[in-house]
């Protein structure tokens, strides 16, 4: 599977922002699908993930609920991470990563098979 991130850039605080991440090369559908971000001098945490198994479940960090938005569109095989209201400690490279046949969202990088190149997104107060 392969995943490309995109959608990043500099922004102000309190606008909004959307990333993409198209995947290619094996059943959309079946993945889960997570995004991450790495903060300058910090390590790489979860941000938020998407999987369909009898529906569709999702979990968010709680620095991001009610602020960040994760869906997918299975038809174009594309996860998206919807910013709103971004704040300064959002700015980190973000990054989109899959694994095959999981039933449930989990924040454990290692869990993680395929992952994305970066994108960085950088906001301004």
């Known amino acids: 599977v392969q995943l490309q991130a995109s959608g990043g850039g500099l922004v102000q605080a309190g606008d909004s922002l959307r990333l993409s991440c198209s995947a290619s090369?094996?059943?959309?559908?079946?993945?889960?699908m997570g995004w991450f971000r790495q903060a300058p001098g910090k390590g790489r945490e979860f941000v938020a993930g998407?999987?369909?198994?009898?529906?569709?479940?999702?979990s968010y960090v709680d620095s991001v609920k009610g602020r960040f938005t994760i869906s997918k569109n299975n038809a174009k095989s594309t996860v998206y991470l919807q910013m709103d209201s971004l704040k300064p400690e959002d700015t980190a490279v973000y990054y989109c990563?899959?694994?095959?046949?999981?039933?449930?969202?989990?924040?454990?990088?290692?869990?993680?098979?395929?992952w994305g190149r970066g994108t960085l997104v950088t906001v301004s107060s």
């Open positions: 090369g094996g059943t959309f559908s079946a993945l889960l």
């Open positions: 990563a899959a694994d095959r046949w999981r039933t449930s969202v989990t924040w454990d990088e290692k869990e993680y098979e395929f």
């Open positions: 998407i999987v369909s198994w009898s529906g569709t479940r999702t």
